[in-house]
């Protein structure tokens, strides 16, 4: 009775172990980074709308892919949807929720730097310019409209951070 027991239990244990591992996670279609709370954008691709971890990841994507186009942005502040043509951006800033956090392997007395990141430099849109003035303060930046955005993130242009 007890081995029956124990042999139920962990199959039980298995099944839950099965399940937590195919769990689709919150991510990015282009660079499958985690989409966090306020920086998701929408791209559509040839009528399919995908979901990008960041603007700068999507307007990387749509530099890459001249089909594609940005279709929504999220405001920091609410977490809710806008029209990027509405939204006012903070771009450049030290704010960086995509590549925070990911530890680099380092051989010993090595030193690396980050020389490419499709999610850089960080963009962050907003609904309000208030919003944006008050993050911009924090963390740097400068503030833009889509058109600037466009501009500053085009191929080829060197991305300060």
């Known amino acids: 009775m007890k081995y029956e027991t124990m042999i ?4 039980v244990l298995l099944i839950f172990s099965m399940l937590a591992c195919g769990q689709v996670k919150n991510e ?3 660079c499958k980074r985690e989409i966090h709370r306020g920086m998701m954008a929408i791209t559509e691709v040839n009528g399919d709308e995908a979901k990008a971890c960041c603007a700068s990841c999507a307007m990387t994507f749509q530099n890459e892919h001249k089909e594609a186009s940005l ?13 990027p043509s509405k939204a006012i951006f903070v771009y450049g800033s030290t704010y960086d929720a995509c590549s925070a956090g990911q530890d680099v392997v380092r051989d010993v007395h090595s030193t690396y730097f980050t020389c490419y990141d499709r999610c850089s430099p960080s963009i962050v849109a907003f609904a309000k310019r208030a919003d944006a003035e008050s993050f ?6 400068r503030i833009v409209a889509l058109a600037e955005v466009v501009k500053q993130h085009s ?3 060197k991305h300060t951070h």
């Open 8 to 11: 139920r239990v962990w199959l």
């Open 28 to 30: 990015c279609a282009f």
């Open 71 to 83: 279709k929504r942005v999220t405001d920091f502040t609410s977490d809710t949807g806008l029209d």
């Open 136 to 141: 911009q303060r924090k963390q740097g930046g």
């Open 155 to 157: 191929p080829g242009k």
